[in-house]
Structure formats: C-alpha cells, structure tokens
C-alpha cells in the first residue's frame, strides 16, 4: 500500500514540476505539429517585355517589366538585377539592381527597370532574380535597331514618297543653251499622320555624278501639308552640260533633317547613271563649275626650235681631202 502510494505521489510529482518548467521555459514541452522553420515559396521569372522610353540624339532608354510568379509562404528579400550586354561586340554595356522586397501573395507581380544605353545597334537584355541573394531564376531577351528609336525632334509623319507612280524626286529641261541647262526639280512628299505638317523645308543638291562637285543647291519651303495627303515641292537649278548629275533631296524641319532622297540626272548622253549604280572615270573641266567668270586657263607658248642630225658619214673636209688625194694620184700615174 505505502509502495502505491509512493508511485503515485512520484507521478504527482513529475506532472507538477513538468507543469511547473512549461510555465518558467517556453518551448520545453514541443509542439508534435512543429516542422520547423517556414520554407519560402518558390518564385520565378514568368516573363520579360522590352518597351522604348525617352529617347536622345546619343541613348534611349529600354524599359525593362518583368513578371514573378511567387506561390506558398510569403518569400522575403527578393532583387532583380537586369543587364544590357552589346550584341555585336559581348560587352557589358550598363546593369542595374531592382529590390522587389518580400512576395506574400500567389500570382505574378510585375517590376520595371529602366536601362539607358547608347542609340545605336542592338543589345542582348538577361534578368537574374534573386532571393535572399541566392539566385533561383533568369531569362534572356534581345532588342535589335535601336537607332530606329528617334527622339522627339527626329519624329515626324511627312517623308518622301516611295513609289514608281509618284517618284520622291524628278526633274524636267526647263531651258537649255550652249553650254548651261536648267533642270525644273520636284519632290513628292506625303503625311501619313493624323495632323498638318508644318515648318517643312526641302532642300535639292546636285552632285556631278563622278567627282562629287556639287553643282547646285538650293532650298525651297514645302508649306503646310493636310494630314494624309500628298503634295510637290518644287525648285529651279542651273547645271553645265554634257555632265550626269545626283539629286539629293533632304527633307528639314527647323534644321533637323527629317527624311532624304535621291535622284539621278542624265545630262551626257554617251553615259548614264542610276541611283544605285557604280561610277566611272571620265572626262572633266572644273572651270565648267567654277561660279562666277573666272580667268580662263592660260595657254603655255614654246618657241619653235629646229634641229638637226647628220646621217653616219665622212664630213666635208674628209671629202676636201679625199679629193686632193685622188688628184695627186692622178697626175702621178700621167708621168
């Protein structure tokens, strides 16, 4: 009975002190349903898109989005960094780091990041996402013809025609004389945009076709242009014959070259050119594209001279010579 009585006074006793430390320690007695410390969900890069920002006459700046899927527990300190890498040469060209911090909802969340490069050929864009500065996922894209990205004072809807019914640039003989002939020029131009083009300028070059002399240029105001509509410039040009010419045509916006164009005048006609074909060597007189009545080239005067040149012989004294000798023999074969 005592025996009993002290097994039970000793269960008692475990019980209380038990009851007693859970009370004094939190976390002496586990929790069976504890699995430790909670796992962060997963997350990935579901997508990357490329828009076109701001825009210089030297960079442009690429707006990187990128898409995170997260799923489960709530992920802490999560980062993106996005790279540009130039396409052509493998070199890192910028990189910037996005902190996204912690993801508590399932879905995709969307970052953006902005990159400036320079405004001209193309990048190769990689995405590393990081969490708790351990990287768990990347993605690649590539941009190509970033110089297509004009700034704004490089942007406009008017630009020369760019058809066999309605060439960009042509020409007509106004007026011909002996040595000079006046070319009427026309441009062609069209505003595709839903506005009036207005502070248009066009002007026309012409280059003789194998030395690149510009023969004329001139520039002529192009007007307002209706949104949607096609209109022609035109201009007046004095060139000297029997010569093949380029027209260039360049379309201005105060100052700011917005489109060009390019012609072809066949003013020889032993030889032709085309816009695209390859240059020859001829014949040509600068003096027919000096301006104004420069001094004529001088002609350099010889003096006539003679000369002469005997043939391989005896001269006249070894003729005087021979002469007597042949006398003296004479008259001693008479004796």
């Given at each position: ?5 002290l097994l039970t006074a000793g269960a008692v006793g475990v019980v209380v002190v038990a009851l007693v430390a859970a009370a004094v320690v939190p976390g002496v007695i586990a929790d069976p349903t504890d699995d430790g410390p ?13 828009a076109a920002g701001q825009a210089t006459g030297e960079t442009v700046t690429l707006e990187i989005e990128t898409r995170i899927d997260h799923r489960g527990n709530p992920t802490r300190n999560v980062s993106v960094l996005v ?253």
């Amino acid at each position: 009975m005592e025996r009993n009585a002290l097994l039970t006074a000793g269960a008692v006793g475990v019980v209380v002190v038990a009851l007693v430390a859970a009370a004094v320690v939190p976390g002496v007695i586990a929790d069976p349903t504890d699995d430790g410390p909670v796992r962060p969900g997963p997350v990935d890069v579901a997508g990357v898109s490329i828009a076109a920002g701001q825009a210089t006459g030297e960079t442009v700046t690429l707006e990187i989005e990128t898409r995170i899927d997260h799923r489960g527990n709530p992920t802490r300190n999560v980062s993106v960094l996005v790279r540009a890498v130039d396409a052509e040469s493998g070199l890192l060209t910028t990189t910037r780091e996005l902190d996204v911090g912690t993801l508590s909802k399932d879905g995709e969340t969307a970052t953006t990041t902005n990159l400036t490069v320079p405004r001209e050929g193309g990048y190769d864009i990689e995405v590393v996402l990081y969490s708790d500065d351990e990287r768990v996922d990347e993605a690649r894209k590539s941009v190509r013809g970033v110089s297509a990205i004009k700034p704004p004072y490089l942007r406009s809807t008017t630009s020369f025609t760019d058809s066999e019914a309605l060439p960009p640039v042509s020409f007509a003989i106004a007026e011909a004389d002996e040595d000079r002939t006046t070319l009427d020029l026309t441009a062609t131009l069209t505003n595709a945009g839903d506005d009036p083009a207005e502070e248009l300028s066009v002007l026309f070059v012409l280059r003789q076709a194998e030395s690149n002399i510009v023969a004329s240029r001139t520039t002529v105001d192009a007007g307002t242009i209706a949104a949607g509509r096609t209109e022609t410039v035109g201009a007046s040009a004095s060139v000297p014959n029997d010569y093949n010419y380029y027209i260039d045509a360049v379309l201005l916006r105060d100052g700011v070259v917005i489109d060009t164009a390019r012609g072809a005048a066949n003013l020889n006609p032993t030889r032709t050119i085309s816009v695209n074909q390859t240059r020859e060597d001829v014949e040509l007189r600068v003096e027919d594209f000096e301006n104004g009545d420069g001094d004529a080239p001088r002609e350099t005067a010889y003096e006539q001279t003679e000369t002469s040149s005997a043939a391989p012989g005896f001269g006249p004294i070894v003729a005087v010579v021979g002469l007597l000798a042949a006398v003296f023999v004479a008259r001693r074969w008479s004796k």
